[in-house]
């Protein structure tokens, strides 16, 4: 399934580092998301793109920082993390508010 | 608040025995209910969508059903690869168009 990819698919950082996840999806979507996952907890909502547009940002610590420069693709900017970020992060993207499809995820570690 | 709940959190079946999972949710007025298949490590992988009570999909081995307080998710004859987990996702209609209520997964493990 190449329809939604992420990168890069490992992370390790220190809490003092700046890092960036990026998505692209290839499905001519226009709505993107962020979504963390966390062992033995559902997947929680984190933001909300809409034709660019950020339209839901779920209480994410500033520490996280999206960005969406087009309908095709998405960054989560990351510093100053915290141990307690290391987690799955998964881009997903839809056509308005209909099904959405998830890429592979970025495996994060924070040391 | 809105809520999912899936049941049992974790399943073991030998090859070939059906069985059912159960995904509910607080009724507060379905848009849409979703189920994904997620392997270790993997994003998770788009099943089916169902959006009114009454309304069935299957592929392959595999059968949702939707009533007006759950769903569940019928595997016919499982085999091995049918290992992973299983999660159910809501939009819940007083919320945005887009925005989807996850619950916490049925792991399914699939014995030879």
């Known amino acids: 399934e190449t329809g939604v990819t992420q990168t890069p698919r490992h992370l390790v950082m220190g809490m003092t580092n700046k890092k960036s996840l990026k998505c692209e999806q290839h499905l001519g979507h226009n709505a993107m998301y962020w979504y963390k996952q966390s062992a033995k907890k559902p997947l929680e909502l984190m933001f909300v793109y809409n034709f660019k547009e950020q339209t839901e940002n779920n209480s994410v610590p500033s520490r996280f920082s999206p ?7 998405l960054f989560l900017h990351l510093h100053t993390l915290q141990p307690e970020d290391s987690a799955l992060y998964l881009c997903a993207s839809s056509q308005a508010a209909d099904t959405q499809y998830f890429g592979p995820g970025t495996r994060l570690t924070v040391l | 608040e809105d809520q999912v709940t899936q049941s049992p959190e974790a399943l073991r079946l030998q090859e070939g ?54 769903s569940f998710l019928h595997i016919t004859a499982p085999k091995p690869e049918d290992s992973a987990t299983y999660l159910c996702a ?19 493990t699939v014995n030879p």
Do not use: I, M
Request: with cysteine.
């Open chain 1, 67 to 73: 960005e969406c420069p087009n309908s095709s693709h």
């Open chain 2, 90 to 108: 809501v939009q819940f209609l007083e919320t945005s168009g887009s925005r989807l209520t996850f619950g916490e997964g049925t792991q399914l």
């Open chain 2, 17 to 70: 025995e059906s069985s059912s999972l159960n995904c509910s949710y607080t009724v507060s007025g379905l848009r849409g209910l979703f189920w994904y298949r997620q392997d270790p490590g993997k994003g998770p992988e788009f099943l089916f969508t169902l959006y009114s009570a009454g309304e069935e999909k299957e592929k392959e081995r595999l059968k949702a059903t939707l009533t007006k307080k759950e």
